[in-house]
Every structure is written in C-alpha cells, then in structure tokens.
C-alpha cells in the first residue's frame, strides 16, 4: 500500500504504530542492523510479531508467547515472508530492538554501545534455518537504498546482524541469511 512519505516513513510500508520507541539523542543514523524473528519460534505468517511490537501479545495463544509477552521491544521494520513491509517506528526515532550489543565502529577505530541510539533496525521473518524468500531480499534491498540516502553515513560497511553484534545472546539473522547475495543485489 503506497501512502505520503513523511521524513521517517518509508512509503512503500504499511504503517502500524509502537509505543516502544522514544526519541533518539543527538547524532545521525549510521548503523543498519538486520534481525530475523518468527512467532511462535519457527511458524510464519499470523500476527504474533505484529502484536508483540505493539504489546497486544497474548500470553495464553502459545507457551512461549507466556515468555515474551512482558517485552516492550520494537523494530523499525519488519519484512514478511511475502515481501510485504510493516513500519513501527519512524526511522527519526529510537526504536528499541538491539538490546545489550555491541559494534566495532571502525571509522572512530572504537566499540560502540547503546545502539539504538544511532541504529534503524529491520526485522526479517524467518528463523536461522529457513531460507530467506527472493521478495524479502527485494524489498530490504529497496529499505536500505532508501536508507542509504536517507542517512548519507550508511554504506555496506555499516550494515550488520544482530548476532554480531550480541554474539553471546543472538543468533539472527542467522546462516539462512545470504550475505552475499543481499550486497549483490544492494550493488554500489
């Protein structure tokens, strides 16, 4: 669905509003975190993620929903399994998707915390087993270019995934992510 671009909003997403976000501090946007997630683990398709950004997850409709339904976590974007893109957060404000993590800055040749200060973060649905789909690679292809003007401090160099950044915690996007496939498409 194609809506008015505002600053922040990609126009090619549909918009759903989080709470979970606030405003960044000061400094420009100069990390792409790249994240997968499926609800329950491992099943696609439904509403779980879209629910849990929005902290409408029911704690009763899975054991593991139980777990999580207390989290106040968002991300900027989500890309389903069909390609289509939801829009939490404006990508102006913080959304709150890296946790505790970590990221070797080397243009400052210095470690990096609190990321989501200077980070926009996009969900993938998948798990670390499943291929990623030819339409969810388009349309992050297409998130990030605009990004990549958006934020003139973006480049492949810093485009990176949750789990190296939290090595100890995270494992996503996982080895079902195509790396080299995903900068082939990015080009530049």
Known sequence: MERTTFEGQWSSAR????????????GEVSLLLIHAISLPPGQFGGDAIEALFTNQLNSQEHPFFAEISHLRVSAHFLIRRDGECLQFVDTDRRAWHAGRSCWLDLSRMMWRTALNDFSVGIELEGDDVTPFTKAQYQTLVAITQWLM????????????????????????????????????????
Request: charged content about 20%.
């Open 15 to 26: 918009n759903v509003i989080s709470t979970n976000c606030d405003q960044r501090p000061n």
């Open 149 to 188: 003007i958006r934020y003139p401090l973006l480049d492949k160099s810093r485009i990176t995934g949750h789990a190296h950044v939290a090595p100890l915690r995270k494992t996503d996007p996982g080895p079902a992510f195509d790396w080299a496939y995903y900068y082939q498409q990015l080009g530049t």
